[in-house]
Structure formats: structure tokens, C-alpha cells
């Protein structure tokens, strides 16, 4: 596989890709990478989404994705990693919310878009941040954590973002709310801001909650930026095919799609 670009995934409403049964205190949580706990949409959920996207052209789907029946079974052209987080929006005491990313986050991004960043190191009482989530001139208020401003957003981090989502009038504030955090800092938030929902399930019959029917779902909030990588084995023009068909559209992701969850922008560079 040598023909690789980057997909690029804004959350427009909450996202909810399940991780199963949960023996914690939240009863759906979502998938998580297991060593950054920050979400993830797995490859195999993207995939088929965007197979989906194709029913409509039955060979270009073959061709792209494989076949559906086992008894033809080959590989597809195209290829889906999982997609990482990358900025996650925390409540903010200035500017209604801040987009917080890390040091590792940048980088790992930086890697597949094959440039370099030179970043200091964050302790987990400071951040770099843009002013226009800062108060009293050196503090940023992160739910109820104050981190001290240790430095400015360096040009070589906003032009890595600055040829995404050009359009969307939200993502162009994305410049005066980023926050860099500690990689510490960053994995705590991922793990502990994300909404909580309270669910319940409707007798048809009696028109009450059955027995067992309150649970607690966690979702992604919006505002979620994500990022994975696709590749095409052997045919460059089948991820132009993907980018023809999705760029500048509304994607769903995960479940509960008819309640309004998972709506997404995704963009292909």
C-alpha cells in the first residue's frame, strides 16, 4: 500500500460508537484508545459506513470495499484506520469552550501529515494557549482546573489544521480556542468530559419504563475533531472516488441515528 491521505472527521452532533456492556459506573461507554483513553472510531466502522455510501453503484462498491458475498471473498482497494482524537472541546471559563489537544496528539498528527513540530514540553500545571480563551492575562479555566499560560500557539501548529473545514464558520474559531495541554491532562479530559446520557426504555404495552430500562449511554460531544488515514493498494483514483463522494457532506457514525446522534463533516485532503 504506498497511496495513503488522511480523512478528517468534525463531529456535528454527539457521537456514540459503543464499546458493549460496561461493569463501571457507565453503563454504554464508548470506544477508547486504550492507552491515551481518548475515543476512537474503530477501521471496521468507518468502513462500513462508507461502503454504505456506495450501495447505489454496486460494482464501484465491489470494487472498492470487496464483495459482501464470502463465497467471492477478496481484498477491496481501499484501506481505513481507525480515527484518533485529536482536538476535544472542554467546557472553557472565557469563550463558552476551548479545543484541547497535547503535545503527542500534534505530533502524531504532524507525523502522517509528514512534517515536523517542535514543541516544548507541557508540565500539568501549565498550557499553550491562544488568548481568546485566557483570563487575567496568564490563566485558562478548564471546567474547574486553572492551568497557567506558558506560551503562544506557534504558526507551524495552525498550519497544519488551516487548510481543513475551510468552510465551517466553527471550526474557523478553532485559532483563538486551542489549548495545548500535558499529555496527562489531556488523556484525564478525553476520559472524563465526555457527555453522560440518561436512556430509558418504554413498555410498549403499559407505556412505562420497563424493568431495567434506565441506563446511562456516554457520548462524544460535538465539536470532536478526529483524523484517520486511508489507503488505496494498488489505484490512486479510488480514494479520489471517496473524496468525490463525501467531501463537503454530512456523515453518520455509530449508532442512534435516528435520535440525532453521529452527524459528522468529513473532509478528505
Not at 73 to 94: D, I, Q, W
Not at 102 to 124: Q, V, W
Not at 171 to 186: A, C, Q
Not at 193 to 216: H, M, P, S, W, Y
Request: proline share 4%; glycine share 8%; charged share 25%.
Amino acid at each position: 500500500m504506498v497511496n495513503t491521505t488522511i480523512m478528517h472527521i468534525l463531529t456535528r452532533t454527539p457521537l456514540h460508537v459503543g464499546a458493549g456492556a460496561s461493569v463501571g459506573t457507565i453503563d454504554m461507554p464508548v470506544q477508547r484508545e486504550r492507552h491515551s483513553m481518548t475515543p476512537i472510531i474503530p477501521g471496521s466502522s468507518i468502513k462500513g459506513v462508507m461502503r454504505d455510501l456506495f450501495r447505489d453503484n454496486k460494482e464501484q462498491q465491489k470494487k472498492l470495499f470487496g464483495p459482501e458475498d464470502p463465497n467471492e471473498a477478496h481484498m477491496g482497494e481501499l484501506v481505513f484506520s481507525e480515527a484518533k482524537t485529536l482536538f476535544f472541546p472542554v467546557r472553557s471559563a472565557k469563550s463558552s469552550f476551548a479545543w484541547i489537544t497535547s503535545k503527542m496528539a500534534l505530533c502524531g498528527y504532524a507525523r502522517e501529515r509528514h512534517k515536523n513540530l517542535d514543541l516544548p514540553d507541557i508540565n500539568d500545571e501549565g498550557c499553550i494557549s491562544a488568548d481568546g480563551v485566557v483570563i487575567n492575562d496568564d490563566s485558562v479555566v478548564l471546567e474547574e482546573y486553572r492551568f497557567k499560560k506558558t506560551g503562544v500557539i506557534k504558526e507551524d501548529v495552525m498550519a497544519l489544521i488551516k487548510d481543513i473545514f475551510q468552510n465551517d464558520p466553527v471550526w474557523k474559531t478553532l485559532p483563538s480556542r486551542m489549548v495545548i495541554l500535558s499529555d496527562g491532562n489531556f488523556s484525564y479530559f478525553c476520559a472524563n468530559a465526555c457527555e453522560v446520557q440518561e436512556r430509558i426504555k418504554i413498555d410498549d404495552e403499559t407505556g412505562t419504563v420497563t424493568r431495567g430500562g434506565l441506563f446511562n449511554q456516554e457520548n462524544v460531544p460535538a465539536n470532536t475533531f478526529m483524523y484517520g488515514i486511508i489507503g488505496a493498494r494498488t489505484d490512486i483514483s479510488a480514494i479520489d472516488a471517496l473524496k468525490n463522494k463525501i467531501n463537503g457532506n454530512v456523515v453518520q457514525f455509530g449508532g442512534d441515528e435516528t435520535i440525532g446522534l453521529g452527524f459528522c463533516s468529513v473532509e478528505i485532503i
